[in-house]
């Protein structure tokens, strides 16, 4: 059974960093494309940053110079660096792993950015 166990959530001042950790039971772990996501309350869910098998990445305008996505095949753990967090980042992040048809989510982290 594969498990995504998420680590590094909390609560930061604005202006503040984070970094985020999935670590991932899965074999073959470097085939796998991942993502990071996140929900606020009352919003769907959004992709924040991607990465692929190839170590291509893709991230939402909204964070475009201020996080980074990689991954560790070795680890089996993928990372969002997460810098100059704004109150708006606010939001339960959530890792994702996919390869057509297997799609695994972990159970989220909360992240708040408050004074």
């Known amino acids: 059974q594969v498990q995504l166990v998420e680590s590094g959530g909390g609560l930061v001042q604005p202006g503040g960093s984070l970094r985020l950790s999935c670590a991932a039971s899965i074999t073959f772990f470097s085939i796998y494309d991942m993502g990071w996501y996140r929900q606020a309350p009352g919003k769907q869910r959004e992709l924040v940053a991607g990465i692929t098998s190839d170590r291509s990445t893709n991230y939402a305008d909204s964070v475009k110079g201020r996080f980074t996505i990689s991954r560790d095949n070795a680890k089996k753990t993928v990372y969002l660096q997460m810098n100059s967090l704004k109150p708006e980042d606010t939001a339960v992040y959530y890792c994702?792993?996919?390869?057509?048809?297997?799609?695994?989510w972990g159970q989220g982290t909360q992240v708040t950015v408050s004074s």
């Open positions: 994702n792993v996919h390869r057509s048809p297997a799609n695994y």
